[in-house]
């Protein structure tokens, strides 16, 4: 076994951890709403779930990516996004049928 309590301690600056900051986003930041944006599409929609597949025009609560984050090769526009209600989200994000309604919309 390494006894690593005779070993010297290395110290590591805080000018060292700061010496190279990311330049490129995350995926997250990618995918990230903007204020502007959120606003944009709830003007484009009126605040009814673009979508009614699972709802007949029911209030939009939130917006669902028409591309996932992992995949997302910009900052997200207004155009990457559907206002839509809770069950059309569901529905989007967990069962093959949205993930297959996602990918036909893409491809329009």
Known sequence: MLDLSRQPVRAYPKSKQLYKKRIKPTQKQMGAISPSVRKQVRERSG???ELRI??????????AH????RRMEHKTTAEDLWDVCVYCHT????????AIFKRKEREK
């Open 91 to 98: 529905w989007l994000d967990s069962t093959g049928e949205g």
């Open 66 to 69: 028409k591309r996932g984050r």
């Open 47 to 49: 605040g009814i779930c």
């Open 54 to 63: 699972k709802c007949n025009g029911l209030p939009a609560v939130q917006q």
